[in-house]
């Protein structure tokens, strides 16, 4: 049992260049998590999903895409990445009847430069 | 807004003490008021939670107090240990909101023994 998983851990970017960073969750969770956390600072929510199909979006979306392609895997895409993006990355899930338990990934440490 | 360059407070306290560590939130619908712990390089992990009805919780040696009056929330470790060292970030979930999850700033926590 995996929890969840993120790909990759470590990445650097040129400014402009695009990535699409993975997660996927072993669970059966309907509930997906992107936020980011900078240095020294509190996780910000990115976007969320609900449950397969559905994406909101949270406290900073500007300059993130996330597709929800099934209920294992939320992806979130950089188009045009901006050194403001440095960040790390991190994913989680929760199953709403279970609980308000969310679990979370090791995290993807973004720079770009 | 961002707050950029801001650290997290911290509190230090002795081995076997008690610590309190304290959490202000801004959404009075939410419906869970939570507590995540975050040890260095990994991703947060869930403590204890408290329905938005109830004004105390206990679990093994945390207790979690909850003032909607003035919008606090509180959490109390008993007799701390070392291995409470990390980052404790209080949360909150809505679930009219498709359960969207939203962390408040964090409190570092070093325990000297």
């Known amino acids: 049992n995996a929890g969840v998983t993120q790909t990759p851990k470590f990445q650097v970017l040129k400014t402009g260049q695009s990535m699409t960073l993975q997660c996927a969750q072993d669970?059966?969770?309907?509930?997906m998590y992107w936020y980011r956390q900078d240095p020294g600072m509190g996780l910000r929510l990115i976007y969320y999903?609900?449950?397969?199909?559905?994406?909101d979006k949270g406290e900073v979306p500007n300059g993130y895409n996330v597709s929800r392609l099934n209920k294992r895997e939320f992806s979130l895409r950089l188009e045009s990445a901006a050194p403001s993006q440095t960040s790390v990355y991190f994913c989680?899930?929760?199953?709403?009847?279970?609980?308000?338990?969310?679990?979370f990934g090791q995290g993807t440490r973004l720079t770009v430069v | 807004g961002e707050s950029v360059g801001l650290h997290l407070p911290t509190l230090s306290v002795q081995e076997g003490d008690n610590s309190i560590i304290n959490c202000a939130y801004s959404?009075?619908?939410?419906?869970?008021f939570i507590w995540y712990k975050q040890e260095s390089g990994k991703g947060p992990q869930f403590i204890i939670d408290?329905?938005?009805?109830?004004d105390k919780r206990q679990g093994q040696r945390v207790t979690v107090l909850l003032n909607k009056t003035v919008k606090h929330l509180s959490l109390q470790i008993a007799a701390t240990q070392p291995g409470d060292s990390a980052v404790y970030f209080c949360?909150?979930?809505?679930?009219?909101?498709?359960?969207?999850?939203?962390f408040g700033q964090g409190t570092e926590l070093s325990v000297k023994p």
């Open positions: 989680a899930s929760s199953e709403v009847r279970a609980g308000t338990e969310a679990f």
């Open positions: 669970m059966n969770h309907n509930s």
């Open positions: 999903s609900a449950s397969e199909g559905t994406t």
């Open positions: 959404n009075s619908a939410s419906d869970y």
């Open positions: 408290i329905r938005s009805n109830m």
């Open positions: 949360a909150e979930i809505s679930y009219n909101q498709g359960g969207k999850l939203i």
